[in-house]
């Protein structure tokens, strides 16, 4: 079992940044590839970002490439979204999430889901 608590959300102007954190009880962190999504109202989950279990591979939707930056830290139990150049259309409840391995993290299919913390980018 791993419960997963998200934190860092905000309101930020367009161009601004936010880091999301994302904390995961549970000793076999490092076994799962962990990934984010975000979802607003009336829309389905889109993937974010996703990074391997090791940290050496990580996946981006094109929609945020080059301005996301996904890592993890094994030995705290972690894994940041660093979000840049935000854009307003970037507004959504951003979820944490734990898979198996990155290519189910990228086709959506998590074990494990936090609760979401709310982003906001105004124009």
């Known amino acids: 079992q791993v419960q997963l608590v998200e934190a860092g959300g905000g309101l930020v102007q367009a161009g601004g940044s936010l880091r999301l954190s994302c904390a995961a009880s549970g000793r076999t962190f490092s076994s799962y590839a962990m990934g984010w999504f975000r979802q607003t109202l009336g829309k389905e989950r889109e993937f974010v970002a996703v990074?391997?279990?090791?940290?050496?591979?990580?996946v981006y939707a094109d929609s945020v490439k080059g301005r996301f930056t996904i890592s993890r830290d094994n030995a705290k139990n972690t894994v940041a979204l660093q979000m840049n150049s935000l854009k307003p259309e970037d507004t959504a409840i951003y979820y944490c999430a734990a898979g198996s391995a990155v290519r189910t993290i990228v086709a959506g299919a998590g074990d494990y889901w936090g609760q979401g913390t709310q982003v906001t980018v105004s124009s």
């Open positions: 990074v391997s279990g090791g940290g050496l591979s990580t």
